[in-house]
């Protein structure tokens, strides 16, 4: 192949994967583009979403909208206590799971990675009976505790606390410390890249959530912003307003787009050092 021919590969990659990327963009540049609009508009004609006048007020009703603040109160304590659950027994699972040895300890790890190759939809129906016999629907404890069950999480920890090296352990526990302490105060920080991804990971998985919200949250003022925003369209698209709507959903999706804008390097150096294991 000519030194020409391999110049071009590249380009040609870049510019299909360009291509790729501004096809994934278009449905969001026009969910944006429809919440700038004013309902009524859209309603005569969805065309008129291209030309101005454009205008923040589906914004500002919600704003002013207090049902929808209660949907966002709700999705972030559930994907707060979620992400905060999973990242401390994920942790303490996977230091176990590395450093300890107990009976059975290879045998309970294959268990665990069993649940990533079970779908929630197998184990829907027993959950539902569990939580309604306990009457715990309508809470954010039946909301959160499903999703504190995260076999990936235990893997990753696993596995990054498996790449530590023993002598460090060692060297802390002859200066005093306990097993205890030497998880907290000297191997836990050298898991901050593995903990941020599975943050970042595990709080999109609460936000976005739809199934589980959808069966255990029947009052109205427990829904997660996804479900409600759901309900808004399936019940309420004629008197809210396509406009409205599509706000609704730009504004679901800002905080996950943050989150990730802030944390993205820990995801990639997350990434590199799995790699390099």
Same mark, same amino acid.
């Given at each position: *192949?000519?030194?020409?021919?391999? !110049? ?14 501004? /096809? ?7 969910? /944006?583009?429809?919440? &700038? ?5 859209? *309603? ?16 500002? $009703?919600?704003? #002013? ?14 994907? =707060?206590?979620?992400?905060? #659950?999973?990242?401390? &027994? ?8 590395? !450093?300890?040895?107990?009976? +059975?300890?290879?045998? =309970? ?8 190759? %079970?779908?929630?939809?197998?184990? %829907? %129906? ?11 629907? $309508?809470?954010?404890?039946? =909301?959160?505790?499903?999703? /504190? ?7 990753? *920890? ?22 205890? !302490? ?32 959808? %069966?255990?949250?029947? $009052? !109205? ?21 396509? +406009?409205?709507? *599509? ?5 679901? #999706? ?24």
């Amino acid at each position: *192949m000519s030194s020409a021919a391999v !110049r071009r590969v590249p380009r040609a990659a870049v510019i299909g994967v360009t291509m790729a990327a501004g /096809l994934m963009v278009l449905p969001m540049l026009w969910v /944006l583009i429809l919440s &700038l609009k004013d309902s009524s508009a859209l *309603m005569a004609d969805t065309t008129t979403a291209f030309s101005p006048p454009w205008t923040l007020v589906n914004y500002a $009703n919600i704003v #002013g909208d207090g049902q929808v603040a209660v949907w966002l109160l709700n999705s972030t304590i559930v994907s =707060l206590l979620m992400t905060g #659950g999973v990242l401390f &027994l994920s942790s303490l699972a996977g230091y176990g799971f590395a !450093r300890l040895e107990f009976p +059975g300890r290879n045998i =309970l790890f294959i268990v665990v990675l069993f649940g990533l190759a %079970i779908p929630e939809q197998a184990v %829907i %129906i027993g959950r539902h009976q569990l939580f309604a016999a306990a009457e715990m629907h $309508n809470t954010y404890t039946a =909301l959160v505790m499903p999703g /504190l069950s995260a076999p990936f999480g235990v893997f990753l *920890m696993t596995q990054y606390f498996r790449a530590i090296p023993r002598e460090i352990d060692e060297a802390a526990m002859l200066d005093g410390a306990s097993r205890f !302490r030497v998880f907290w105060r000297v191997l836990l920080p050298l898991t901050v890249p593995a903990q941020a991804t599975l943050g970042i990971f595990t709080f999109f998985h609460a936000w976005n959530d739809y199934w589980w919200p959808l %069966i255990s949250a029947t $009052n !109205r003022d427990m829904l997660t912003l996804t479900v409600g925003i759901a309900a808004s369209q399936q019940n309420f698209a004629q008197a809210e307003g396509l +406009g409205f709507l *599509m706000a609704q959903a730009v504004f679901a #999706g800002l905080p996950v787009l943050i989150i990730y804008v802030i944390f993205q390097k820990y995801i990639v150096r997350a990434v590199a050092g799995a790699a390099g294991q």
